[in-house]
């Protein structure tokens, strides 16, 4: 029984554009292990117990959401196309869009007018680097931090199964149905 796949490279022999759209890849892959261990520094074991706005919560609401978006794009880069980050992206945004607006919904509800100042002072997505404020100490729950890291190098799945994929292809043993840019 045959079956085909969609084709995972760029334009039929443009190698460069290939290659740079990988090493986009790696750098944000690990962006996004060193991001989500780094929020879960602030974040872990604390967050339901209190508001956490020290650190990277100091500056945007959902770091450890735009650090997880940083990996789904470069899951999409490991492909070598262009089109499938920018639908990995679509749906990660349209998904952590609704999941955002119910976290916020479920917060407020229990942390009352500290969360509400706090959902006024600190933008949602895009990082204000101007209202950074660090901690002295935090709490740190090494397990958290940890599990972070584990559940985070999953990302890099992408790389050999990506790979194994383009082999495939290149040996023949996996047909070409449609080339994506």
Same mark, same amino acid.
């Given at each position: 029984?045959a ?6 490279s760029s ?9 740079l759209?990988e090493?986009?890849?790696y ?5 996004c292990?060193?991001?989500r261990s780094w ?6 074991? +604390?967050?339901a %117990?209190?508001?956490v706005?020290?650190g990277?919560?100091?500056v $945007? &609401? ?7 978006f ?8 490991a492909?070598g196309?262009v089109t ?7 749906v990660?945004v ?5 999941v955002?607006?119910?976290?916020e919904?479920?917060?407020t509800a ?5 969360f509400?100042?706090?959902?006024? +002072?600190?933008? %949602?997505?895009?990082?204000d ?5 660090? $901690? &002295?100490?935090a ?9 972070t890291?584990r559940?985070s190098v ?9 790979e194994?994929?383009e082999w495939l ?5 996996l047909?070409?149905l449609?080339r994506?840019?």
């Amino acid at each position: 029984m045959a079956f085909g796949v969609v084709v995972l490279s760029s334009r039929e022999g443009d190698n460069a554009t290939h290659e740079l759209l990988e090493f986009g890849s790696y750098l944000l892959l690990i962006l996004c292990v060193l991001g989500r261990s780094w929020c879960s520094l602030y974040i872990g074991g +604390r967050k339901a %117990r209190l508001v956490v706005d020290g650190g990277p919560y100091s500056v $945007v &609401r959902n770091p450890l959401y735009i650090f997880s978006f940083m990996g789904v794009l470069g899951i999409g880069l490991a492909s070598g196309t262009v089109t499938l980050p920018i639908l990995m992206g679509a749906v990660f945004v349209l998904y952590y869009a609704f999941v955002v607006r119910e976290e916020e919904r479920a917060l407020t509800a229990k942390f009352g007018q500290e969360f509400v100042e706090y959902l006024n +002072r600190v933008p %949602r997505w895009i990082p204000d680097f101007g209202l950074w404020q660090d $901690v &002295r100490r935090a709490e740190i729950d090494p397990r958290t931090v940890l599990i972070t890291m584990r559940d985070s190098v999953w990302f890099f799945a992408a790389l050999p199964a990506f790979e194994l994929i383009e082999w495939l292809q290149t040996t023949g043993y996996l047909p070409i149905l449609v080339r994506l840019p």
